[in-house]
C-alpha cells in the first residue's frame, strides 16, 4: 500500500508540476503578450513623432523656400526702383522742357533754341525711358483713380464726355509698374 501510496504522491507531484509549468506558460504568455503590446505602442508613438518631425522639416523647408523668394522679388523690386527718388526729382526739369517746347513752338523767333531744347528733352526723356519711366496716357481717356488724380471737374453736354479726362494739367508717370506720379486731371462732368 505504501506503494500505492507512492505512486500516488508521484503522480500528484506530477500533476501539480505539470500545473505549475501551465501557470508558468500562461503567465510567460501573457507577459509576451503584454510586452509585445507594450512595443507595438512604442513603435506607434515612435511612428508618430518621426511623422511629426517629418511634417515640421517640410513645413521650415517651405517656409524657408518661400523666405527665399519673396527676398528675391523685394530685392529685384528694390533694384527696380532705386532710381525713383532722382527719377520724381528730374520729372520737373522735364515738365519745364515741355513748357519751354511748348513757347518756342509758339513763337517765331530762334529755330536754334528750338533744336537746342528738343534735343535736350529727347535725351533726359531716353534716359528716364531706359529707367523704365513711361508715361500715363490720360488725354480723353476714362478717369481712372489708380492713374490718375482729378484737381476740377468741368460741364460737358455730351454724355459720352462724362468721366472722361477732359484736359491734363501735368502728366502722370510709372516707374515699371509702379505710379510715381499721378496725371492731374480735369473731368467732364
Known sequence: MEEKDNVKESV???????????????????????AIKALKAQAEELEGKLAKEKDDYIRLMAEFENFRRRSAAERLSLIDTASEKIILELLPVLDDCERALKALGESTDSAAAKEGTELIYNKLMNI????????????????????????????????????KVFDVTQKGYKLGEKVIRFAKVVVGQ
Open 12 to 34: 500528484q507531484e506530477d500533476v501539480v508540476e505539470k500545473e505549475e509549468e501551465n501557470v508558468e506558460q500562461k503567465v510567460s504568455r501573457k507577459d509576451r503578450k503584454d
Open 128 to 163: 528716364l525711358k531706359a529707367k523704365g519711366l513711361s508715361e500715363i496716357e490720360a488725354a480723353g481717356k476714362d478717369f481712372d483713380t489708380e492713374y490718375m488724380e482729378a484737381i476740377a471737374q468741368f460741364p460737358v453736354q455730351d454724355e459720352a464726355q462724362k468721366g
